[in-house]
């Protein structure tokens, strides 16, 4: 446990290198390494973003949808009617809770690359990779069998092993109350 708590509290630039993973980052050594991330990517490219914000809560694309987040936004009209990059800390915990920081890395790159995609999309009057994002969303309502006002996403395996073992404790139960069942 000491070493667990220790890895929790390392100095900001010993992480890095560690063998920490995403769920053990605090909000602040992620923010480290979204600065470096966005630091990262030629300033031609980040023209026009008025602001790059990381925000600590994680951002469900829906209540109804679970285990989809959203791990970043666009806002061509976010704070004072300019052009913002949102990531969600929480997102990224929820969706990688097991990756290393190298592979975290990577995926803050790709998101905030992904959210500069529109920014460059929206700027040129095309929505290509808003029809990307969309298609996607439709394929992962398929593979889980979401359906529109469903209260779930239709294959919620630790539901349903939920749902069984209460059918066995019901009928262990009721065999036992009927005398059907001897132990």
Do not use: C
């Not at 359906?147 to 630790?158: P, Q």
């Amino acid at each position: 446990m000491a070493a667990l708590i220790y890895d929790l509290y390392m100095p900001i630039d010993d992480f890095k290198n560690s063998d920490l993973r995403t769920s053990m980052l605090s909000f602040d050594q992620f923010d480290e390494l979204f600065k470096e991330e966005l630091q990262a990517i030629p300033d031609a490219f980040r023209e026009g973003i008025s602001q790059f914000i990381l925000e600590e809560r994680e951002h469900r694309h829906s209540k109804y949808m679970r285990g989809l987040y959203t791990l970043g936004h666009y806002m061509p009209r976010g704070h004072f009617g300019n052009p913002v990059v949102i990531l969600y800390f929480g997102s990224f915990t929820k969706a990688f809770p097991h990756h290393r920081i190298a592979d975290l890395r990577l995926e803050i790159a790709r998101t905030i690359t992904h959210e500069l995609l529109h920014h460059w999309e929206n700027r040129s009057g095309i929505d290509l990779l808003g029809d990307e994002d969309r298609q996607k969303l439709i394929e992962w309502k398929l593979q889980t069998g979401y359906t529109e006002g469903s209260n779930a996403t239709g294959k919620n395996y630790i539901e349903a092993a939920l749902f069984v073992y209460l059918v066995f404790v019901l009928v262990a139960v009721l065999s036992r109350w009927m005398g059907l069942f001897i132990l």
